[in-house]
């Protein structure tokens, strides 16, 4: 079993910043490709950005230019360090892994129970 516990959300205004962290703990045998996503109210899920094991990045162009996903690979935790927030950018954030677990090494991806960002105007 595998857990996802995210911190780091909260209530800011827009120009801000707030940094999320997503620390994985559990049957971890490795993890590969680790990210954000979130869902606005009356909104899909969308990709926010993604962070591959060797630590190439993908961003929504949305957020580019101004969120930054890191990981620490010892620690098993995602991080968005996001700046220059908008009032846009509400919503709950979601991180996921795609975890080899152990002992089978069977790769299953595991979500976060999700953090709320709100950015007033």
């Known amino acids: 079993q595998v857990q996802l516990v995210e911190s780091g959300g909260g209530l800011v205004q827009a120009g801000g910043s707030l940094r999320l962290s997503c620390a994985a703990s559990g049957s971890i045998f490795s993890i590969n490709d680790m990210g954000w996503y979130r869902q606005a109210p009356g909104n899909q899920r969308e990709l926010v950005a993604t962070?591959?094991?060797?630590?190439?990045?993908n961003y929504a162009n949305s957020v580019k230019g101004r969120f930054t996903i890191s990981r620490d690979n010892t620690n098993n935790t995602v991080f968005l360090e996001m700046n220059s927030l908008k009032p846009e950018d509400t919503a709950v954030y979601y991180c996921?892994?795609?975890?080899?677990?152990?002992?089978?090494?069977?790769?299953?991806?595991?979500w976060g129970q999700g953090t709320q960002v709100t950015v007033s105007s």
């Open positions: 996921n892994a795609d975890v080899r677990i152990r002992p089978s090494r069977t790769t299953y991806r595991y």
């Open positions: 962070i591959t094991s060797g630590e190439s990045t």
